[in-house]
């Protein structure tokens, strides 16, 4: 496709160089912003906390991964009273152009990406309205209004701005409800480009635009993908949708348009599924989930074939590393992986750097289970590419186990957004790391009973003989 007319001056532009006859159905691209690094798809986006992919400094991004885009939630950056944000947001920006991307020191090479919430969002008690959706701050549950969205989208100054959408929580909608979560959906599209598009000439800079589907069924928005495809479609970059199976409702006319999915998918055998349906672009939260649990993943795509048979025993998915088998296990986390975790060190160290609370433990573990998930998805590409993708996936379903290994280890301490909190007295996500001092004086005192200080007056002698010193 041709750039979009409000932001030629990006050289935004997504080509497809493999399509499937049909809207749904595995594709092949490249994505290119500006100066970044062009993406080629379908590929993964990492997901951040805080604006950094968990247990990684920026230098180990830059010097050890090939992470090409990163996904942040405002709510990240959202503290005290709603909706005041950061004050590191409101400072100019002279290096980047982008105030947050100085602050978190990201690469240049790297597509940032800026949503309204996390991926998986934590669940809320509030209820969406019609001008803001509940989010989860560093203060707690609160609002944000879709105005405050906006303007700290012209404060962050991404290289793609996801617009909000009205998610509907629960699992099934009345009918009034899933109309209403179209009709929000619409009109939050049109504030956002009445603000970046019609006052663009007064923006630092122009965000690329990509719209929000909600993951309803086609016939629920029609009149919303109608004015996306009628009205809105010279001002869009990109579809953000929320579910793999909403590719099914794009109009053809958007087809050309890149796909991002904001989803958590549980594995490999998902993602694959999300590939079949032709999405170009996914959030990938289990990649940090499973690396705070301690497992190092072992999965390849296409599966190895050789020496394999097709038993009821199938293939792990990874490794749990907390396990003690490891303790003497010298060979690397996964044969022939080039990652910098497996070329330097072997499943012993690791091991024992779980057991001891070590942070290198994990920082290690990230490095290897993105490094298998960019291998995967260029083997990914290339059996699309050779025709092989549907005959490949379905080796890899009938090989693979469906499940990770389950955590028999306490990771790293669980942060808020982690969990979802159920009320009442439930018990604490994280163990006590430091006990009482309630009696801490009576121990001093028993201890001052059994060795006594002595006095200023005391010769050598006395104090020899009182145990508290010794002649050399």
């Known amino acids: 496709m041709s750039p979009s007319p409000h932001n030629d001056t990006e050289m935004q532009a997504f080509k497809l160089t493999y399509c499937h006859p049909i809207s749904q ?18 590929h993964y986006v990492a997901t951040t906390s805080r604006g950094i992919v968990p247990h990684l400094t920026q230098d180990l991004l830059r010097k050890h991964t090939t992470i090409g885009s990163v996904y942040m939630a405002l709510e990240d950056f959202i503290e005290k009273a709603f909706p005041n944000v950061s004050p590191f947001i409101a400072r100019p920006s002279h290096a980047s152009g982008s105030s947050v991307r100085d602050f978190v020191a990201l690469q240049d090479e790297s597509l940032l990406i800026l949503g309204p919430r996390r991926v998986p969002p934590a669940a809320s008690s509030l209820s969406n309205s019609n001008s803001a959706i509940p989010i989860l701050s560093s203060v707690g549950f609160g609002h944000l209004e879709v105005e405050g969205y906006n303007e700290a989208v012209r404060d962050f100054c991404p290289d793609i701005a996801v617009t909000i959408a009205d998610i509907i929580a629960t699992e099934h909608a009345s009918r009034k409800r899933t109309e209403k979560s179209a009709d929000r959906t619409h009109a939050w599209l049109r504030d956002s480009l009445s603000v970046f598009v019609h006052e663009g000439d007064s923006l630092p800079r122009k965000p690329t635009i990509f719209a929000s589907i909600p993951p309803l069924e086609k016939e629920q928005q029609s009149l919303y993908l109608s004015d996306l495809v009628e009205e809105y479609r010279p001002n869009i970059d990109g579809l953000a949708i929320y579910s793999p199976s909403s590719t099914n409702v794009i109009p053809e006319p958007l087809n050309d348009l890149p796909r991002l999915c904001l989803s958590n998918p549980s594995g490999p055998h998902e993602i694959l599924e999300a590939v079949a349906a032709g999405v170009d672009l996914i959030t990938l939260p289990l990649i940090s989930q499973y690396v705070d649990a301690g ?3 072992t999965f390849e795509f296409p599966p190895p074939t050789d020496g394999i048979s097709h038993s009821a025993t199938k293939l792990a998915l990874g490794l749990d590393m907390w396990l003690a ?6 060979s690397p986390l996964m044969k022939h992986c080039n990652c910098y975790t497996c070329t330097h060190h072997h499943r012993a160290y690791i091991a024992h750097l779980l057991q001891a609370k070590e942070m290198l433990a994990w920082t290690l573990l990230q490095l290897h289970n993105h490094a298998v998930l960019d291998a995967f998805f260029s083997k990914v590409r290339d059996s699309i590419q050779a025709g092989r993708f549907k005959q490949d996936t379905e080796t890899f379903v009938s090989l693979y186990d469906v499940q990770f290994p389950e955590q028999t280890g306490q990771g790293p301490r669980v942060r808020g957004y982690q969990t979802k909190s159920m009320g009442g007295k439930e018990p604490k996500k994280n163990p006590k790391a430091y006990g009482k001092l309630d009696d801490a004086a009576q121990r001093l005192m028993e201890a001052d009973e059994t060795v006594r200080a002595p006095a200023q007056d005391e010769d050598a002698a006395t104090i020899e003989s009182s145990g508290f010193a010794e002649k050399l």
């Open 325 to 330: 088998d490891h303790a003497v296990d010298m």
């Open 25 to 42: 159905g595995p594709r092949l691209g490249s994505l290119q912003l500006g100066a970044r690094n062009a993406i080629r798809t379908p």
């Open 295 to 297: 497992i190092a993943f």
